[in-house]
């Protein structure tokens, strides 16, 4: 199973970003996809996630500004960001939990004030 994130970039405070992460390979179910981030010198830390049926999960942090949407058809996650803060900067990964987790290369988001 692989993942391919896209997405990122460099964006002023109160933007808008969207990431998309893609899960090919031999897949039968993904019971998990979502989102982490890891802010330098910090500790990587679930940004979103979201269930194949649906059941979505937000930090504190994101919540009202952050949305996760998946495709099940197609394997692949969303997330929508808005209202974007110089404290979302960092390097995002999606994940996805089939019988192990997987992990996408990550990519960068940077907020600048």
């Known amino acids: 199973v692989q993942l391919q994130a896209s997405g990122g970039g460099l964006v002023q405070s109160g933007g808008s970003l969207e990431l998309a992460c893609a899960a090919s390979?031999?897949?039968?179910?993904?019971?998990?996809m979502g989102w982490y981030r890891q802010a330098p010198g910090k500790q990587r830390e679930l940004v979103a996630d979201v269930t194949s049926g649906g059941t979505t999960n937000y930090a504190d942090s994101v919540k009202g500004r952050f949305t996760i949407s998946r495709d099940n058809a197609k394997n692949t996650v969303h997330l929508q960001m808005n209202n974007l803060k110089p404290e979302d900067t960092g390097v995002y990964y999606c994940?996805?939990?089939?019988?192990?987790?997987?992990w996408g290369q990550g990519t960068l988001v940077t907020v600048s004030s």
């Open positions: 390979g031999t897949i039968l179910e993904i019971r998990v």
């Open positions: 994940l996805a939990t089939i019988r192990a987790d997987y």
